[in-house]
C-alpha cells in the first residue's frame, strides 16, 4: 500500500457520458498530480495541485477538469466521454511542489469508455 | 511527441546478466527520475538525481544523471527474474511536473 488510494478501481460507462475518479494523497503530502496511462501516449501529465490550488496544467482536454479539496483530496472529472478516453489514471502525491520531490503513486482507475 | 526518448523498449535477458537502460532528451532538466511499474500498480519511484553528472547507487542499480543533464542511464548488475518491469525515466524542467519517458520492458529469464 503506496499511501495513496485512488476510487474506484474500474469503471466502464458509455460514450458521452461524465466520470469522477478520486484521490486521497498520502499522509503529510500537499501536491497531487494527475496523469493518464494508455498504451499509445504512455503516462501522460494532465494537471498538478498545490494545497488547494492548480499549480500547473499539461496535457488536459477542455473536457476535463480537477480540484483539490481543503481537506487535500482530488477529484478529476471526465465528461464527455469518447472511446479514446479509456486509460489508466494515476493520481501521484508528493510532500513539496519544488523540484526533487518524489512522486507516490496510487494504484490507478482503468476507465473503459464503450 | 514525447519529451524523453528510451532504449531500448523491450528487453530480454538471462538472469545474472548486465543491462543498461538509456533515457535521452533534447530538452534540460532540473531533476530526473526513474521508476518501475508492475503490470496493474502504479509506478514506483527508485531514485531521484537533480545534479548533472550526479551518480547515484541502489544495491545492483546504478543510476547516472548526464552532464549537460539532457540524459540518464540505469545500469542494471546481475539482474534477478524480480528485476522484471516497466522501466521509466521522468523529468522536470520547471517545478516538480514531470513528464515521463517512452518506457523500457524488461524481463529477466531464471
Known amino acids: 500500500d503506496s499511501g495513496v488510494t485512488q476510487t474506484p478501481k474500474h469503471l466502464i460507462t458509455a460514450t458521452g457520458q461524465r466520470v469522477t475518479l478520486r484521490c486521497s494523497p498520502r499522509?503529510?503530502?500537499?501536491?497531487v498530480y494527475w496523469y493518464q496511462q494508455s498504451l499509445d501516449q504512455g503516462l501522460q501529465f494532465l494537471i498538478q495541485y498545490y494545497n488547494g490550488e492548480e499549480r500547473a496544467k499539461g496535457n488536459i482536454l477542455e473536457r476535463f477538469s480537477a480540484q483539490q479539496f481543503p481537506d487535500l483530496h482530488s477529484e478529476l472529472n471526465l465528461s464527455s466521454l469518447e472511446l479514446g478516453d479509456s486509460a489508466l489514471y494515476f493520481c501521484?502525491?508528493?510532500?513539496?511542489?519544488?523540484?526533487?520531490?518524489?512522486?507516490?503513486f496510487g494504484s490507478g482507475t482503468r476507465l473503459t469508455v464503450v | 511527441t514525447q519529451l524523453l526518448e528510451q532504449s531500448p523498449q523491450f528487453l530480454s535477458i538471462q538472469e545474472g546478466e548486465n543491462l543498461t537502460v538509456y533515457c535521452n532528451s533534447s530538452s534540460v532538466f532540473s531533476s530526473l527520475q526513474w521508476y518501475r511499474q508492475e503490470p496493474g500498480e502504479g509506478p514506483v519511484l527508485l531514485v531521484t538525481?537533480?545534479?548533472?553528472?550526479e551518480v547515484k547507487k541502489l544495491k545492483r542499480l546504478t543510476f547516472q544523471f548526464g552532464d549537460a543533464r539532457k540524459d540518464s542511464s540505469l545500469h542494471i548488475t546481475a539482474a534477478q527474474p524480480g528485476d522484471t518491469g516497466l522501466y521509466l525515466c521522468?523529468?522536470?524542467?520547471?517545478?516538480?511536473?514531470?513528464?515521463f519517458g517512452t518506457g523500457t520492458s524488461l524481463t529477466v529469464i531464471p
Open positions: 521522468a523529468g522536470a524542467r520547471t517545478g516538480n511536473q514531470f513528464y
Open positions: 499522509s503529510g503530502d500537499l501536491s
Open positions: 538525481v537533480v545534479t548533472g553528472g
Open positions: 501521484a502525491s508528493s510532500l513539496g511542489s519544488q523540484r526533487g520531490y518524489g512522486y507516490t
